[in-house]
C-alpha cells in the first residue's frame, strides 16, 4: 500500500483540479477540462473528447510519472506537464484524425499545463510520503539526443511556423535554408544531451528518457526566444518578446511531448543491447545472448523505422509546391484585380493599393433600443463623400441572418442592396470587398432568464448568422471580457467548425452562389470569407485546421461559381485580440489568388489595453508580424480593419504612427468605420455615434468630423503605380514615391488631396497629367525603368 499512496496522492490531486477548475470557469476556456454549460450532443465526438479521452489520459500518465518520477518535485512537474499535453494532443486526434495538427495542438496549453504542473507536482511530492530520491544509470544519452534533433526537419509539421519566428531565428524547417535546419538541430542536440543527462539520473527508463527531451524541447525554445530578442527588435516598446518566448517553448514542448517518445524507445533499446553483450560475453552458450541480441536490433530497426517514415506521415507539406501548380493554371480575366506573389495588381503591369474604409450600414444589427437604428441608411452620397477622401476601396459588410433568413433561399430584396451598394461604389471609382460579417457569432442577446456564471455578464447581441445556423446546445450567452467570448458563441462556432447539421456546408453553398452573380463584375475586388472568425471551445484545432478547411471549401465553391476575384482570408479573432495568431495550416489551399487579410487592431482594442495590460504588440511590429506571416503563405497583405483608438489625442498619436508604418510596409488597408449609429451595438450608449462620420445622438444628424484623422487618412498615395511599387512616404499632400517597371508603362495614377494644385517632381516619367477632382487631384503619368514622383 506504501507503494500506492504517492500515484494515488497525485491521481487525486489531479482529479480535484480538474473539478474545481471546471466549476470555476464560466467559459471552459480556462480551464484544463472546460463546462460552459448546456448539455452535450452525444452522437458527436468533439463534445465528449474532453471527458472520454483528455481526462483517462491524463491521469493515466500523472500515474506512470509518480510511479516513476514522484520522488522528487521537478521530475514529477515535467510528468504533469507531459501527461497535460499528450491527453490534449489525444483529445484533438480524436475530434480530427489529423495527427500533425492534434500534435502541435498540444501546445496551446502550456499556459495551462504549468501552473497545473506545479499544484500537481508539489502535493504529490508532500503528500506522498517519504522520498529515497535514487539515482540510476545514465544510460543512453548521445544516441537518444541525436535523434530528437533528428527527428525534427523530418517532422516539422505546423511547428516553428508563424509570426512568432523571425527570419533569423534558427528552426529545424527545410524551407528556411541549410545553415537554419543545422543551427537548429545542434541546438536541439545539445540541449536534449544536457537534459538528459539530468533527467537519466533520476528516472528510470523510457520516462526518463522522455522527460529529459521535454525538457530539452523547453530549453530549445528559451534559447531560441533569447536569439530572437536580438534579431527581433527585442526592445521595441512592448512585451512581444515574452509572448515569442511563449510560443517558442510551447513549440518545443509539443514536438517533445508527442515525439519524444521515438528517442526514448531508441535509448532503451540500446541500454538493453549494452546490458546484454557482457553478460553474453561472460557464459559458455552464447545463444540465448545472440537471440536477445537479434531481438533488440529487431526493435531498434522498428525505431528507426519510426524515427524516418511515421514523422513523415504525420508531416503537413509546405506551401510553395500547391500553390505554384495552381499559378501555373490561374487564370484570372482582364480588368480585375489579383494576388501577384506579394502585391495586388491589376493584371495590366500595376501595382494597386487598397486604401479605404469599412461600410457597415448593410449588417444586421442586434438593436438595443427600439427607438434608436442600429444602422445608418446608405445612400450614394456616403460614396461620393468616400471618393472625396481618396478611398478607393469599401469593405462592404453583410450579414448571414439577412442574406439568408431561410436555409437554401437567399433574400432578393438584400441581394439588390449589395447590387446598388457595388453600383454606386464603382459610379464614383471605388472597388468593393464583400465582407460576410459577424461580432460574437449573432444577434442573439440573453434570453430572458438566464443567469449568467460568476465571471460573465448578460450581453446585447450583435451580429452574424441567422437563427437556423444557430446551434448552441442550450449554452448561456453570458459575456466574458467582452462579445467575443460567450459559452453560446463558443458552442455555436464549434459546431461551425465541425459542420453540425450540415451548417458550414450551407454558407459554403450560399458562397457560391453569392460569388456567382459578380462573376462578371471587376468592380468586385474579392470576397472576405468571414469578418474575425471564432475559436470555438478547441483552438488550434479551430483556428488553423479547421478554419483553412473551410476557407478551401469556400474557394472552390467561388472557383466553381465562375467568380476569379481575390478571396481575402482572415486568421482568428485571437489577432484581433492579441496583436498575433496562428492562422489556417500553411497548405490549407491551392488556390493561388488569395490575400492575408488580419485586422491590425495593435494598441487599440486589442485584450492588453481593454484590461489595462502592457502592450503586447505595438502599432508598428504588428505591421512587421503580418507581413511575416503574408510572407509565409506567398500572398499579399491587406488589412481589412483598424483604428478604434479612442480620445482625440491617442487617435492624432496613433493614426500618424499608423500611417508610417502602412507607407513603409506599401501597404493597403480599411479603416474602421464609415459611419455608427446611436443604435449599434458596438457604439454603447453615448452622445455621439463614432465613425469617420460621426452621428449626433440628440438629432440623428452628422456630428463635427475629425479633421486631423482624416486628414491622415485621406493623404497622398498611389492608387495604382507601374510595374513595382518600391517605396513610399506621405503626408497630407506631400508625398515621395519610387518605383520600378520593365519598358514603358502608363497607368501611374496618384491622389493627391487638398486645393492646392500638386507641383510635382519627377524622374523617369512622361505625359504627366494633373486633374482636379471632388477633394483633391489625380496625377497620372507614364513610366520607364526606375521611377520616382515627389510633391509639397
Not at 586 to 606: G, M, Q, R, W
Request: some cysteine.
Amino acid at each position: 500500500m506504501r507503494g500506492l499512496r504517492r500515484p494515488i496522492v497525485a491521481m487525486v490531486a489531479a482529479s480535484l483540479l480538474v473539478v474545481l477548475q471546471a466549476v470555476a470557469d464560466p467559459t471552459g476556456l480556462l480551464a484544463l477540462v472546460g463546462w460552459p454549460g448546456g448539455g452535450l450532443q452525444a452522437a458527436l465526438v468533439w463534445p465528449l473528447a474532453p471527458y472520454a479521452v483528455f481526462v483517462p489520459v491524463l491521469l493515466a500518465v500523472v500515474w506512470w510519472s509518480a510511479v516513476r518520477a514522484g520522488e522528487r518535485f521537478w521530475t514529477m512537474f515535467a510528468g504533469v506537464v507531459l501527461a497535460v499535453l499528450l491527453a490534449q494532443a489525444a483529445a484533438a486526434f480524436v475530434m480530427v484524425w489529423d495527427a500533425a495538427t492534434a500534435a502541435w495542438a498540444a501546445g496551446y496549453v502550456t499556459a495551462k499545463a504549468l501552473p497545473a504542473a506545479a499544484i500537481v507536482a508539489a502535493a504529490t511530492r508532500w503528500l506522498g510520503g517519504g522520498s529515497t530520491r535514487p539515482v540510476f544509470d545514465r544510460g543512453a544519452v548521445w544516441p537518444a539526443a541525436i535523434a530528437f534533433g533528428a527527428l525534427a526537419p523530418i517532422a516539422a509539421g505546423s511547428w516553428w511556423t508563424g509570426a512568432g519566428y523571425a527570419p533569423l531565428v534558427p528552426v529545424p524547417r527545410p524551407e528556411r535554408g541549410f545553415v537554419s535546419v543545422a543551427v537548429a538541430v545542434a541546438l536541439m542536440i545539445g540541449a536534449a544531451a544536457l537534459c538528459l543527462r539530468f533527467m537519466r539520473r533520476r528516472v528510470p527508463g523510457l520516462l526518463g528518457v522522455w522527460l529529459g527531451v521535454l525538457a530539452g524541447g523547453a530549453m530549445f525554445g528559451i534559447v531560441q526566444a533569447l536569439v530572437a530578442f536580438v534579431v527581433d527588435d527585442g526592445l521595441a516598446g512592448d512585451m512581444w518578446p515574452l509572448m515569442v518566448a511563449y510560443v517558442h517553448v510551447a513549440d518545443g514542448l509539443s514536438f517533445a511531448a508527442c515525439l519524444g517518445w521515438i528517442p526514448a524507445l531508441l535509448a532503451v533499446v540500446l541500454d538493453r543491447v549494452r546490458r546484454a553483450r557482457p553478460q553474453a560475453e561472460g557464459t559458455m552458450d552464447a545463444a540465448p545472448a545472440r537471440r536477445r541480441r537479434v531481438g533488440a536490433i529487431a526493435v531498434a530497426a522498428v525505431a528507426v523505422a519510426a524515427l524516418v517514415f511515421v514523422p513523415v506521415a504525420v508531416t503537413g507539406g509546405g506551401v510553395a509546391e500547391g500553390r505554384a501548380a495552381a499559378e501555373a493554371e490561374a487564370s484570372t480575366p482582364e480588368g480585375f484585380l489579383r494576388a501577384d506573389g506579394d502585391r495586388i495588381t491589376d493584371g495590366e503591369g500595376h501595382d494597386v493599393l487598397l486604401r479605404g474604409v469599412n461600410v457597415n450600414q448593410l449588417v444586421d444589427f442586434y438593436q438595443p433600443r427600439a427607438d434608436v437604428p442600429a444602422t445608418r441608411p446608405l445612400t450614394e452620397d456616403d460614396f461620393a463623400g468616400m471618393a472625396a477622401y481618396g478611398f478607393d476601396v469599401v469593405r462592404l459588410g453583410i450579414s448571414w441572418s439577412t442574406l439568408e433568413p431561410t436555409r437554401g433561399e437567399l433574400d432578393a430584396g438584400y441581394l439588390e442592396q449589395i447590387d446598388q451598394a457595388v453600383e454606386w461604389a464603382k459610379d464614383h471609382g471605388i472597388r468593393t470587398v464583400i465582407d460576410l460579417h459577424q461580432d460574437g457569432w449573432s444577434n442573439a442577446s440573453t434570453a430572458e432568464g438566464t443567469v449568467c456564471r460568476p465571471g460573465t455578464d448578460p450581453m446585447w447581441g450583435y451580429d452574424g448568422a441567422p437563427e437556423w445556423a444557430t446551434i448552441t446546445d442550450g449554452a448561456p450567452r453570458c459575456a466574458f471580457t467582452g462579445r467575443d467570448i460567450s459559452p453560446a458563441g463558443d458552442r455555436a462556432f464549434q459546431h461551425f467548425w465541425f459542420d453540425t447539421d450540415g451548417i458550414q456546408t450551407a454558407l459554403v453553398r450560399t458562397w457560391g452562389e453569392l460569388a456567382g452573380r459578380y462573376a462578371d463584375e471587376p468592380a468586385v475586388a474579392g470576397f472576405d470569407l468571414m469578418n474575425e472568425p471564432g475559436f470555438g471551445e478547441t483552438a488550434p484545432v479551430t483556428t488553423s485546421l479547421l478554419l483553412g478547411r473551410y476557407y478551401d471549401r469556400a474557394i472552390q465553391a467561388i472557383r466553381a461559381a465562375g467568380a476569379p476575384q481575390i478571396v481575402f482570408i482572415e486568421p482568428s479573432i485571437l489577432w484581433s485580440g492579441l496583436g498575433f495568431d496562428s492562422g489556417p495550416a500553411l497548405a490549407f489551399t491551392d488556390d493561388a489568388n488569395i490575400v492575408f487579410s488580419p485586422h491590425l487592431y495593435a494598441e487599440s482594442i486589442t485584450m492588453d489595453h481593454s484590461l489595462g495590460l502592457p502592450t503586447i504588440v505595438g502599432i508598428a511590429r504588428q505591421l512587421d508580424l503580418a507581413d511575416r506571416v503574408a510572407d509565409a503563405y506567398g500572398v499579399p497583405l491587406w488589412s481589412g480593419e483598424y483604428g478604434y483608438w479612442g480620445d482625440e489625442e491617442s487617435i492624432a498619436d496613433r493614426i500618424g504612427r499608423y500611417a508610417d508604418a502602412e507607407d513603409a510596409h506599401l501597404l493597403g488597408s480599411a479603416y474602421w468605420v464609415w459611419k455608427q449609429s446611436c443604435g449599434d451595438p458596438q457604439n454603447g450608449i453615448g452622445e455621439v455615434g463614432l465613425g469617420l462620420v460621426p452621428e449626433d445622438c440628440a438629432t440623428g444628424e452628422d456630428g463635427p468630423r475629425n479633421v486631423p484623422l482624416l486628414d491622415t487618412l485621406s493623404r497622398a498615395y498611389p492608387q495604382a503605380s507601374p510595374g513595382r511599387l518600391t517605396g513610399l512616404e506621405a503626408d497630407g499632400a506631400t508625398i515621395a514615391m519610387t518605383g520600378t517597371v520593365d519598358g514603358e508603362t502608363c497607368g501611374l495614377d496618384v491622389w493627391v488631396p487638398g486645393d492646392a494644385e500638386p507641383d510635382p517632381v519627377t524622374d523617369g516619367l512622361t505625359r504627366i497629367e494633373i486633374d482636379e477632382v471632388d477633394g483633391g487631384w489625380r496625377v497620372t503619368a507614364c513610366a520607364e525603368g526606375d521611377y520616382s514622383l515627389t510633391n509639397g
